[in-house]
């Protein structure tokens, strides 16, 4: 690029947003760990292009599983995190002209590889849209905190498989062109109960459907001084999940079968996990063993979301040295058998994690 035209293009970027990585209870799952996020980097971070596309449910790409599922406890801290460049190669989380509204749903699905993202289910768990105290939106308050969104899981939640469903809206271009950012995540909830949820019609919504164009929340002009306040927030109003009495047995007896990360990974990038080659004590196989190294590596490179490809980069470190024990002539391994690889594949953490509120909405 040009410089003027590398400038623009940093300006562009920098006005939007995607969610890539998930913290629970303050641990990195890894950046892309278990979250659907678009796959094209050039037009990863633009908002969802009509509020009538399946994309409202999980965002671009969004209706596709990814093969790792991550495993939360119910009340457990969920931590959301933004960026404007989704790599972080250029430091923000959202343009500050984009105000408004952020909101948490959740979908419980039999499957999370094979059940439909889009549709109905959905319910709210967490909003917050104008604070009237320190006079703020809540992605400014985002951006204060650094890209980073938390929430509580809510106690109550049964044991079983959801699409966690985070939600930014921003209305500098309202009514004309309201902006939705939404991302999710796969999540396997440990709860204290088997039985399924009782959600009331009205506080479950079906995505796409539940917000449209000249709706109040999406038509809220931000540039009025005084605000036309309060602002209502899109969607049904936060189902209070109720709190579980009893421990079930049976909800502790029901694991997590879909989406496990094999503990026999060596190292991770995103959604692909890279496990140990074959031994080998002949020529024959220290060769073939390369090979089985290299297409986990190319794999690694196939599925690596716009978030990075760090530790694919590092699992190519161990490539390198079974093919050049090969070419030495040393014919029994793998070197370094089963050790893990302690690379840093995960961009810094771009400042403290926030507390979650005590009450949402």
Known sequence: FILGLAAGFASVASAHSVFTTLFIDDKNQGDGTCVRMPKDPDTATNPIASLSSTDMACGRDGQKAVA???????????????????????????????????????????????????????????????????????TEKLIANNGLQSIKLPDGLPTGYYLVRTELLALQNSPADPQFYVGCAQLFVQGSTSTPLSIPAEQRVSIPGYV????????????????????????????????????AADAAATQQTQGVIPASALITNANWAGVEVPDYTTEAGCWAASDNCYQQQKACYDSAPPSGSKGCEAWGNKCKSIQDACSAGKFTGPPNKGIALNANVNAPVPGPIPPAPATEG
Request: glycine share 8%.
């Open 68 to 138: 790792f599922t991550c495993s939360a406890q119910a009340g457990a801290k969920l931590t959301f995190e933004w960026r404007s460049t989704p790599d972080l190669s250029v430091p923000g989380s959202i343009d500050k002209s984009h105000a408004g509204p952020c909101a948490v749903y959740l979908k419980a699905v039999s499957n999370i590889m094979t059940d439909a993202a889009e549709g109905d289910g959905w319910f709210k768990i967490a909003e917050e849209g104008y604070d009237s105290q320190s006079k703020q939106f809540c």
């Open 212 to 247: 449209a164009m000249g709706e109040p929340s999406v038509s809220f002009n931000i540039y009025a001084n005084p605000l036309a306040l309060p602002y209502h927030i899109p969607g049904p109003k936060v189902f209070e999940v109720p709190s579980v009495g009893a421990f």
